[in-house]
Nanobody
């Protein structure tokens, strides 16, 4: 089992940038695909981005493609989400997630994740 701890959320103006971090502990980080999801007030949780175990494969939701970048550093057991050109619609609780395996990022977009963090709130003001 892996434990996930998100950080980096906060209040930012529209058009600004923010970087979220997710520190993992408990098992071999390099054996996990990682992902970011978000849940806006009154809405269901939705997929944002995923990255495979090596960082060589990524996949994004259409709503964030070209604005968000997911990356990972296996040396420090951390995955990141760099968010740029933020919009008020990006306001949500952002969750880090993990799934054991070595498939492509697209696979985990379809199959989902196994472990979840507690989330970090991102608020984008207009």
């Amino acid at each position: 089992q892996v434990q996930l701890d998100e950080s980096g959320g906060g209040l930012v103006q529209a058009g600004g940038s923010l970087r979220l971090s997710c520190a993992a502990s408990g098992r071999t980080f390099g054996s996990y695909a990682m992902g970011w999801y978000r849940q806006a007030p009154g809405k269901e949780r939705e997929f944002v981005a995923a990255i495979n175990w090596s960082g060589g494969s990524t996949y994004y939701a259409d709503s964030v493609k070209g604005r968000f970048t997911i990356s990972r550093d296996n040396a420090v057991d951390t995955v990141y989400l760099l968010m740029s050109s933020l919009k008020p619609d990006d306001t949500a609780v952002y969750y880090c997630a993990a799934a054991l395996g070595y498939a492509s990022a697209t696979y985990y977009y379809n199959s989902g994740m196994d472990y979840w963090g507690k989330g970090t709130l991102v608020t984008v003001s207009s």
